[in-house]
Antibody, heavy 122, light 110 residues
Framework: EQVVESGGGVVQPGSSLRLTCVGSGFTFNSFDMNWVRQAPGKGLEWVAVISHDRKISNYADSVKGRFTVSRDNSKRALFLQMSSLRHEDTAVYYC????????????????WGLGTLVTVTS | QSALTQPASVSGSPGQSITISCSGT?????????VSWYQQTPGKAPKLIFY???KGTSAVSDRLSASKSGNTAYLTISGLQTEDEADYYCCSYAGGGAYVFGTGTQVTVL
């Protein structure tokens, strides 16, 4: 099982960026998928989730209204569209797969990708 | 969506036991038996070590254990070794597909 993130970079405040994650080695369309971020030298923060069937998504308050999570199961891909970026969005963004398929119960996160770094700076 | 509260740092001598607390609320840790723990070393991605409160992964040493009581989860490391030096994070399901992580604890072996 593997997830690989891409799309990070250096952007200015107020701009947009789209992150991509591709999953392999598991039945991608059976699992809700999440984004978790970690600011430099800081702790982990759950960012967003999208259900396996794309029907439900949820966001941390810190990104609600600015970030949109989506997925394309035919491409085994997860996306995070980030807009109105702020300095405090600077972080490594991890795509994480839950250990348990479906949306009925909570789960854990495994595996983790290497992450992709987003730097918001003027 | 407030972060779960962990001590910023815990230290111990080799062979000693330490316990890291993870304090949440009745909306997260207290409501669900979906607490997980992650170990992170510098420059690396977090690694799952415990899930569903107390279930250890196949890679975790049996010197480590995890539990929960009420709104607080615990990670205990017995027989502390230098290889245990890392940052540790708890995570709890919070309902509606959302999760909340702990503030993180740096473990130092003296």
């Amino acid at each position: 099982e593997q997830v690989v993130e891409s799309g990070g970079g250096v952007v200015q405040p107020g701009s947009s960026l789209r992150l991509t994650c591709v999953g392999s080695g598991f039945t991608f369309n059976s699992f809700d998928m999440n984004w978790v971020r970690q600011a430099p030298g800081k702790g982990l923060e759950w960012v967003a989730v999208i259900s396996h069937d794309r029907k439900i998504s949820n966001y941390a308050d810190s990104v609600k209204g600015r970030f949109t999570v989506s997925r394309d199961n035919s491409k085994r891909a997860l996306f995070l569209q980030m807009s109105s970026l702020r300095h405090e969005d600077t972080a490594v963004y991890y795509c994480v797969k839950p250990g348990r398929p479906g949306s009925a119960r909570g789960s854990w996160f495994d595996p983790w990708g290497l992450g992709t770094l987003v730097t918001v700076t003027s | 969506q407030s972060a779960l509260t962990q001590p910023a740092s815990v230290s111990g001598s080799p062979g000693q036991s330490i316990t890291i607390s993870c304090s949440g609320t009745s909306s997260d840790v207290g409501s669900f038996d979906y607490v997980s723990w992650y170990q992170q070393t510098p420059g690396k991605a977090p690694k799952l070590i415990f899930y569903d409160v107390f279930k250890g992964t196949s890679a975790v040493s049996d010197r480590l254990s995890a539990s929960k009581s009420g709104n607080t989860a615990y990670l205990t490391i017995s027989g502390l070794q230098t290889e245990d030096e890392a940052d540790y994070y708890c995570c709890s399901y919070a309902g509606g597909g959302a999760y909340v992580f702990g503030t993180g604890t740096q473990v130092t072996v003296l």
